[in-house]
């Protein structure tokens, strides 16, 4: 058990959005659920928050952030990433492995590890290559990092499709041994060679070259079949057309062990956008069209798309104040996340707050296999908690975000739903809308020896 | 007009002031002096990414007769990784006080990016950017097909527009900027636009594209066309399988000799041909095509410099300047008094 880290007394939060309770935390564990839950003749100093109109909801889960360290400390470091994590409402984090060096051994994915431990804002599991150095070649040693202390589960070359289908197959079926997850990127190399932006009516106006949506949809149902046959776990990332829900709607009914992700900005954004021609809507996989955007609110409701992952990807200002053509591709997400899924799935009537602890915690948890996060808010569990105020409305501003990178597409937006508590294992890593402290894992151990 | 980015957001207005401007400016150009004071003391600045000589020339040449100061930057190369970025090089043609930037670049957007920051305070004029669009060039192929379909009417070209005129324009029309600015401004003009080219040298989304598509291009010389507009095939879509060798690309698709007969044996005596050059002699046009009397091709090139003329006037000159610049012209004694206030 979990050392030292308080008692806070929650007071009246709508559990999952249903009828209000209390929820008292201690010691790293949710101690008790009931309403009526009083301070007095409780052990020691007792922390009570009025959670009256807000909503308590499991910590989110994201089965997709780039932290960027080691390597690109200009653009984002485990530190910063996590304290945006924190701030939108993340107890846990998945640290994509095209970091420099790439996450490809068990070194660098212990070091990702030890720096989240270190930062304290959430727990951060890095995501193993599946080839040495991202190259698409050779198998990367997926055992040594699932053996490492890092115990990755969750194996990617995100940025990169693993499009070798040999390799692939190689892939899916070698982390079976581990239970592991192969996450893939889908994005058939030679259909999108030099694409800048969605192709359709809108790119063939701005003389920009196009990325098909079939380059996702042919490798996405190539992968699933392989993954039918050699029964194993197939993750897909950030699924952004509509034929790539269709194509794992028809897996998942054949009973194809298939999951899926979207990201918030293709729940929202088209590529309508692009017509502005600010790099700041150039994305991998690029924005679509509505009908896409609809087809994927559709399929997270449905069940269709597993789960949220912000695919969270910082850039330095240069990489983003220059020619469309020349920018990198990414944008932030970590602190938008859950206002524009509120914003997209619940103010819209497509989805419940239930449905939401599900999308943002529960299923990811089950993908990367994390044992203590994603769990039902009962007495027993680890108190990974946040409070959301879904009243709440602010207007997106860069500037003031915890996040190193200024390149939200949301910028200016007016958007529901603020986190105002964060308990990641019991500690409020944020509270009152800011962040607090981080979780003191060399005090709690110490304590706990 | 702060800005010439693109043709699409061109009123119908505007781009008739532009060709009635360009008559002015044509005037002048048949002076023994050809030369007028109306930019004098401004700073134009030709910020070419791209090579380009005939288009940099020609907005030498406009910027000149104008009397602005010429400033010709060759900005060749990958911005971010072989040098300055595009920021900091509109930051320092700021600094240096530069009035309009004439920009060619090789990536689409790049003019927008440009009059969009506050990267720089200047006019931007579009000279190319990538495969997007080219809108001194559309203008100028109006601007020489409006004075073909007046004189065919017998009306003055002033005031006039493109209505009824059939107008295809065939070739690489996927990665022509010429293309796109043309399709747009043709539309605006009233003028019936017929695309035609290979399905692999046509961008997805086209049929939203307020014109007609062909594969054929005998058949849409057949149905009949008043100009025929040729674009140049890039040397680097040869090997990348848009189409199987040259020589099949020029029998289909190419402005060829039999196809030169044909105008005549349809009895379109007044079609013209037209090609935004350089020419590619012998595959996407003929030599014989290319130098015969229906050939717009050097009329294109000194029409060309009017249009510029008229696009660095009017960006320059601006509403606020309306008054002080009107006279300018008078007194340089165009053949045309400015009709419509501008």
């Known amino acids: 058990m979990a050392g030292n880290t308080g008692t806070y007394l929650i007071q009246g939060a709508s559990i999952l959005g249903g009828e209000p309770a209390d929820l008292l935390i201690r010691d790293g564990i949710i101690a008790e659920v009931g309403t009526g839950l009083s301070p007095e003749g409780q052990d020691g100093d007792v922390t009570v928050i009025d959670a009256a109109g807000l909503v308590a909801l499991p910590g989110m889960v994201d089965v997709h952030t780039h932290l960027r360290e080691p390597g690109r400390e200009d653009a984002e470091t485990v530190e910063t990433g996590t304290r945006a994590a924190a701030l939108g409402g993340y107890t846990a984090v998945h640290a994509m492995a095209n970091s420099t060096p790439v996450a490809d051994t068990a070194g660098v994915v212990e070091q990702v590890y030890t720096l989240g431990r270190t930062a304290g804002w959430a727990d951060v599991r890095p995501v193993g290559a599946v080839t040495v150095g991202l190259a698409g070649e050779q198998l990367a040693e997926l055992g040594a990092m699932a053996d490492s202390r890092a115990r990755v589960r969750m194996f990617s070359d995100d940025g990169i499709c693993v499009h070798d289908p040999v390799l692939m197959r190689r892939a899916l079926e070698y982390v079976k041994a581990f239970d592991g997850v192969v996450a893939q990127h889908a994005q058939e190399p030679r259909l999108t060679a030099g694409a800048q932006m969605n192709e359709g009516e809108v790119s063939a106006v701005l003389g920009l070259a196009g990325w098909p949506a079939v380059a996702e949809e042919s490798i996405i149902a190539r992968d699933v079949l392989l993954a039918q046959h050699v029964g194993s776990r197939l993750h897909v990332c950030h699924v952004s057309t509509a034929g790539s829900v269709e194509i794992i709607r028809w897996a998942k009914e054949r009973g194809i062990n298939v999951t899926a992700e979207v990201t918030p900005h293709h729940l929202l954004l088209t590529d309508d956008l692009v017509r502005s021609y600010d790099p700041v809507f150039k994305v991998n996989p690029p924005l679509r069209t509505d009908a896409d955007v609809q087809a994927l609110r559709a399929g997270l409701a449905d069940g269709t798309i597993d789960v949220v992952g912000t695919d969270h990807a910082p850039h330095p200002s240069e990489h983003k104040e220059c020619e469309w053509a020349q920018a990198a591709m990414g944008m932030t997400g970590l602190e938008t996340a859950l206002s524009v899924v509120q914003h997209t799935m619940i103010e819209t009537g497509l989805m419940t707050w239930a449905d939401f602890a599900r999308v943002t915690s529960a299923a990811a948890a089950q993908i990367g296999r994390l044992e203590d996060q994603g769990r039902p808010l009962e007495a027993g569990e680890p108190a990974n908690v946040i409070l959301v105020d879904p009243a709440a409305r602010w207007t997106v501003d860069p500037f003031r975000m915890a996040t190193m990178g200024r390149n939200s597409p949301f910028k200016g937006r007016e958007l529901p739903g603020k986190v105002v508590a964060t308990f990641f294992k019991g500690h409020p890593t944020v509270l009152d809308g800011e962040l607090n402290t981080p979780y003191p894992h060399a005090a709690v151990e110490a304590g706990a020896a | ?342």
């Open chain 2, 1 to 342: 007009m702060k800005h010439l980015l693109s043709t699409q957001d061109l009123s119908l207005h505007n781009a008739i002031r532009i060709l009635d401007t360009a008559e002015e400016m044509s005037a002048v150009g048949d002076r023994e002096v050809k030369k007028l004071p109306a930019l004098r003391g401004r700073t134009v600045v030709n910020l070419f990414f791209e090579d380009s000589t005939r288009t940099r020339i020609s907005f030498e040449a406009a910027a000149k007769r104008l009397s602005a100061d010429v400033i010709n930057f060759a900005a060749k190369g990958s911005s971010v990784s072989k040098g300055e970025s595009l920021k900091d090089t509109a930051q320092t043609l700021s600094a240096m006080g530069a009035d309009a930037v004439v920009i060619r670049h090789w990536a689409s957007g790049a003019p927008h990016r440009l009059a969009a920051t506050d990267w720089i305070d200047a006019g931007v004029i579009n000279a190319g950017d990538g495969t997007h669009e080219h809108p001194t060039q559309a203008l100028l192929d109006a601007f020489t097909m409006r004075r073909h379909w007046a004189k065919l009417s017998g009306a003055p070209s002033e005031g006039a527009d493109l209505k009824g005129m059939r107008v295809a324009i065939a070739g690489d029309v996927l990665h022509s900027r010429v293309a796109r600015s043309n399709v747009w401004l043709l539309r605006t003009l009233g003028a019936e636009v017929t695309l035609v080219a290979p399905p692999t040298l046509l961008p997805i989304g086209v049929e939203k594209w307020p014109c007609s598509v062909s594969y054929d291009l005998d058949e849409t010389l057949a149905r009949g066309v008043d100009a025929v507009m040729m674009l140049r095939v890039q040397g680097e879509r040869m090997n990348a399988s848009f189409f199987p060798s040259t020589r099949e690309y020029s029998r289909r698709w190419g402005f060829d000799d039999n196809r030169l007969r044909a105008l005549d044996t349809l009895g379109m005596k007044d079609t013209i041909i037209m090609h935004p050059g350089p020419m590619n002699r012998g595959l996407e046009i003929s030599a014989a095509a290319a130098d015969s009397p229906r050939s717009t091709v050097l009329a294109q090139v000194r029409n060309g410099v009017s249009v510029r003329m008229a696009a660095l006037y009017l960006l320059l000159s601006g509403d606020s300047r309306e008054a002080a610049a009107t006279p300018v012209l008078a007194t340089a004694g165009t053949a045309h008094s400015t009709k419509e206030s501008i």
